[in-house]
Structure formats: C-alpha cells, structure tokens
C-alpha cells in the first residue's frame, strides 16, 4: 500500500475537522462586517472598498508568497503560521471600534489583510488536497466537507448574531471576534494533523538522495549557465552538435544561433517558472475572470440594500447567512451528483448561469422575507459554483505545477475583484436601482455563457497541446 492510500482516510477526517473549525470562527466575524461598517458611518465608497481592496491587496501577496512557500519542500509549517497570522486579524477587529476618526480605515485594511492571507492558505490548501485527495474521492469528499461546515456554519452565524444585538455595542463584536480567533487555533491545530505523502516520502529518503540531488542541481545549473537547452530529450551537446553541423552559410547559422537562443531562453523561462499550463487552464482563466468581474461588481450593493435600505439586524443577518447555507447544502449534494454524471465543465456553466439570474429577482426586494428566498437560490448556485470551479481547476492543472496554477487562477480572478466592487457602486450611483440590477444580471449572464463557449468542440481541440520537433 502507498503512502497515499495509507493516510487518506486520516486526511479525510482531519480535513473535516478543520473545515469545520473554519466555519466556525469564520461565521463568528464575516458575516457581521457589512453592519458593523454600517455603525462606523461607511458610505457608498467604504462598501465598494470593503470589497476591491482586499482584492488588490491579494494581487499583491498573493502570487509572491505563493512562489516562496513553493521554494520550501515541508510547507505545512508555513502555512500553519500563515493561518495563525490570517486569523490573528479576527483578534484586531474588536480595536476597530476605538479608532474614532480612523474607525473605518482600520476596518477596511483589516479585512483587506485578512483576504489577503486567506488567498495564500486558499491556494496552498487546495494544491495539499489535490495531492491527498484522489480524483475519484473529490466530489463526495468535499461534498461533505462543505455540509458540515454549512451545518456548524448556519447554528453559529445565528447564535452569534443573536448574541451580538442583546450586547451593548461594540462588547457584542468583541466577543464573538475573540471566539472567532479562538477556534482559528483548533483549525491551525487540525491542519497540523493532516498527513502530506510528499512531505513525508521526502523526509523518508532526504539523507539517501541528498547527494545525488545536489549533484543533478549543479550539473543542471552548469547547463543553464552555459545559455543552451536539450532541444530534444537526449542532451543539449547533440543539440548544438546538430545546430552548426548542416550550415555552411555564416550568416544563415547566425540566424539559426539567435533563433535556437530565443527559444531556448523562453522554454528555460517558461519552465523556470512553471507557466506550461496548457491552453485549457488559461481559457478557463479568462472566463473565470469575466465572470467573477459580473459577480462581484454586485455584492457592495447587496450589502449596501440590506444594512441602509431594508435596515438589516445583526439577527435578521445571521438568518440571512442560515438561509444561504441551507442553499449550500442542498446545493453541494446536488451539485456534486450533476459533476458526477455530466462532468465538472458543464457543472461550471449550469451553476454559473443560474447565479446569474439572481439580480434579476433582487429587482423586487421590499423586504429581508424576499432577501431570504433570494439568497437560499443563490446558496444553492453559488455552492455548485465554488466547488465544481474548484474541481474543474485540478482537472485542468498538471501536478507538478499545481500551487504555482492555483496562484495564478487566484490572482487573475482578484485583479478583476479590485474594479468590479467600485464599478458597480458607481453604475448603482447613476441609475435607478432596478436598471442596476437589470445591468448587472446581464453581464453575469454574458459571463457564464463564456464557461459554455470553451467546452465547445472547436475551442478543446484548440485547446489540446501541440507536439512539435524542433530539430532532426
């Protein structure tokens, strides 16, 4: 039996453990931003904020940590601190009420760090579990992962915003932030538990190869150094034997020179930093771009209706992220039968297009009752959404460069995040609020037709990598 399969079904529990804990301390704080931002004074610029500078702040950490963790070959450590240091940010939310004048900056920057982190453990996590977690073991896997975290997520989010309107302000947010960070220790602790067989098949043999490793990294940087590649797999000295060997005509083997060098330096770039992705993951990229663009310009203002327009309690807020999870959790087993039956891709398209249609239905919004039945839609799509996304992405990426993968993904997805929040407060501004809505349900549709479009025929043909000889 192979280390793998020895440790999944530890990894399985320890997972579920730590997602639970996750969602624990995660609904203790996020759920309650948007109306304690509300009690600080936020304007229509704060909510657009709250949402494009976390972004920013990812594409500016996320993708360079990324590629120093992947220096490390033990990584868990790392990204163990690494959540400690995320969550610690819970803990420095409940000084945000005491800053007066610099209240909602501090709270701005806060959650903007908070993302920001969270992106880095995000990317890590998921390239850990395409390595623990067999193909054939995904959906189910995360599947249950996610009820559970739904389940734990929904009793907390109302007991803590219960909780937090019978408490004077702001101890009702100091205590359920403080609560928060302590089950961020659990987490970290159930993280610390999971098994990683590259990590410890490495550790195993490290003393044994240690030599000849060392010994493959300098003949290999000899190699580089001298400015050539193996155009072929046999070795570079036929290589450049066969460059000068059929040309007579100096400046004939001047171009070909230039031109093996060109080649050369990109392929040793290219693979230097693993970019070699193929043609489908960066297809999906740019729809996951477009798409998330049309997503997220909306939520400053979803949040925006609830707390100032429709007077949102903390309690009617945590009824309301109940409602959603309940979505999600029928959503996840649902969801995670159609990627079972139609393949991730198309669970791509379906769960995207039917997110899509939700601002149409926020064109009618009273009151928080119809909120509810809105949001319990769109935790059923959006649930189908993250997980078959997530999925399709391991699919698309090859093992080797997959947390490099992730990164980018993640980094291309947020650049759009920064604008998308700000742009769609100020359509919001422009026009009435039904036109908004309206506007923004139609670029998400526009944008999960894009899922659809790379699954077509003529787009994964062009799609499959090209194998081609550069040299007889």
């Not at 039996?1 to 624990?24: P, Q």
């Not at 109302?158 to 019978?166: E, Q, S, V």
């Not at 990426?397 to 993904?409: C, K, L, N, S």
Request: hydrophobic residues 50%; positive net charge.
């Amino acid at each position: 039996m192979n280390v793998e399969n020895k440790f999944l079904r530890n990894n399985i529990r320890n997972n579920l453990w730590n997602g639970i804990a996750w969602s624990i301390g995660f609904n203790f704080v996020t759920p309650f931003i948007g109306v304690l931002a509300a009690q600080l004074g936020a304007t229509n610029r704060d909510y657009a904020l709250l949402s494009s500078i976390p972004a920013l702040l990812t594409i500016l950490i996320n993708l360079p940590a990324t590629m120093v963790i992947a220096r490390f070959r033990h990584q868990k450590r790392i990204i163990a601190g690494t959540i400690l240091l995320c969550r610690f940010f819970y803990f420095l939310l409940i000084f945000v009420p005491y800053m007066q004048v610099s209240a909602m900056t501090a709270l701005i920057l806060l959650v903007g760090l908070y993302n920001a982190t969270n992106s880095v453990i995000a990317v890590a996590w998921q390239a850990m579990m395409g390595e623990i977690i067999p193909t054939r073991h995904r959906n189910r896997v995360f599947a249950q992962r996610n009820i559970w975290t739904g389940i734990s997520g929904m009793i907390v989010a109302f007991i803590a915003g219960y909780g937090i309107d019978r408490l004077p302000y702001p101890y009702g947010y100091q205590i359920a932030f403080s609560i928060g960070f302590a089950f961020a220790l659990l987490e970290t602790w159930y993280f610390m538990r999971l098994r990683i067989p590259s990590e410890e098949t490495a550790s195993a043999i490290g003393r044994q190869s240690e030599g000849a490793l060392d010994s493959e990294i300098v003949a290999q940087e000899a190699v580089e150094s001298s400015g050539f590649e193996s155009v072929s797999e046999s070795g570079s000295d036929e290589g450049q034997r066969e460059l000068f060997q059929y040309t007579s005509d100096e400046n004939a083997a001047g171009n070909l020179f230039e031109s093996h060098v060109r080649e050369s330096v990109l392929r040793r770039w290219v693979t230097r930093f693993k970019l070699d992705l193929g043609r489908s993951y960066y297809l999906f990229c740019v729809s996951a771009i477009i798409y998330i663009f049309a997503w997220q310009a909306a939520w400053p203002i979803y949040t925006k209706v609830k707390v100032d327009t429709l007077l949102a309690t903390n309690t009617m807020m945590s009824i309301d992220t109940i409602v959603g999870a309940i979505g999600s959790l029928f959503g996840f087993q649902l969801w995670a039968r159609i990627a079972d039956h139609k393949g991730t891709g198309w669970t791509v398209f379906a769960s995207a297009l039917m997110l899509a249609l939700t601002p149409y239905f926020w064109i009618y919004a009273p009151n928080m009752t119809w909120v509810y039945v809105y949001d319990l839609i769109g935790g059923v799509a959006t649930a189908g959404f993250q997980q078959s996304a997530f999925n399709r992405l391991l699919e698309l990426v090859p093992e080797d460069g997959r947390q490099r993968a992730i990164a980018i993904y993640t980094t291309l997805s947020q650049v759009s995040a920064i604008f998308a929040p700000i742009i769609g407060m100020m359509i919001y501004t422009a026009v009435p609020y039904e036109m908004c809505m309206f506007i923004m349900g139609t670029v998400r549709v526009v944008g999960s037709l894009c899922f659809l479009l790379i699954l077509s025929s003529m787009l994964m043909k062009m799609s499959k990598p090209r194998r081609r000889t550069l040299g007889r």
